[in-house]
């Protein structure tokens, strides 16, 4: 079975990278049965996703921080990271990684990590 | 890249039915059959109700049921159980993906 780990500081100074990776256990991260995503949600607010990335090494970003985020896989340590430049406090939130499966038409995430707080803040 | 509209909050009695509606654009809700839904209790991480519409996870009672016509996805949850009472979004996974601002369901 599947399960995600996000990892990261929890504390990150405004205009510095915020970088958290996501390790993946009971399955391969260069699996064709799997696309791989990152979420956010401010606190008390709503969810907004940031980006995906493909088995083929594809990525799709959320348009208005396309400028600032990289998501990429480490298939030698099963992992997929995040970076994120620039950070304001407006990128204070929970971080969640997850998981869409073939099961579920590789367009829903049925499988998500417990999520990481991640603060900005001087 | 617009948030999905959902309405803020909806309440029920327990036994009762409820639905959550949930309105994008032909770009994303209208355009596919990729829309899913999501429940969040409080500290926890979102758990998937609903796929393709009108799928459900194993695990997920029949309870649970969606639909879709035109740009507006709904999500009805009948026979409500006070285990029910939390926040629920929708999802519009096309090539990028875009949630709902997220419900807020109130079990009386």
């Known amino acids: 079975q599947l399960q995600l780990q996000e990892s990261g500081p929890g504390l990150v100074k405004p205009l510095e990278t915020l970088s958290l990776t996501c390790t993946v256990s009971?399955?391969?991260?260069?699996?064709?049965?799997?696309?791989w995503g990152w979420i956010r949600q401010p606190p008390g607010k709503g969810l907004e996703w940031i980006g995906s990335?493909?088995?083929?090494?594809?990525?799709y970003y959320k348009s208005s921080l396309k400028s600032r985020v990289t998501i990429s896989v480490d298939t030698s340590k099963n992992q997929f990271s995040l970076k994120m430049s620039s950070v304001t406090a407006a990128d204070t939130a929970v971080y969640y990684c997850?998981?869409?499966?073939?099961?579920?038409?590789?367009?829903?995430?049925?499988?998500w990590g417990q999520g990481t707080m991640v603060t900005v803040s001087s | 890249q617009s948030a999905l509209t959902q309405p803020r909050s909806v309440s029920g009695s327990p036994g009762q039915s409820v639905t959550i509606s949930c309105t994008g654009t032909s770009s994303d809700v209208g355009g596919y059959n990729y829309v899913s839904w999501y429940r969040q209790h409080p500290g926890k991480a979102p758990k998937l109700m609903l796929y393709d519409v009108s799928k459900r996870p194993s695990g997920v009672p029949d309870r649970f049921s969606g639909s879709k016509s035109g740009n507006t996805a709904s999500l009805t949850i009948s026979g409500l159980q006070a285990e029910d009472e939390a926040d629920y979004y929708c999802?519009?996974?096309?090539?990028?993906?875009?949630f709902g601002g997220g419900t807020k369901l109130t079990v009386l």
């Open positions: 990335i493909y088995y083929s090494g594809g990525t």
């Open positions: 997850a998981a869409a499966s073939s099961g579920y038409s590789l367009r829903a995430f049925d499988i």
């Open positions: 009971g399955g391969s991260i260069s699996s064709r049965s799997y696309y």
């Open positions: 999802c519009s996974y096309a090539a990028t993906v875009v």
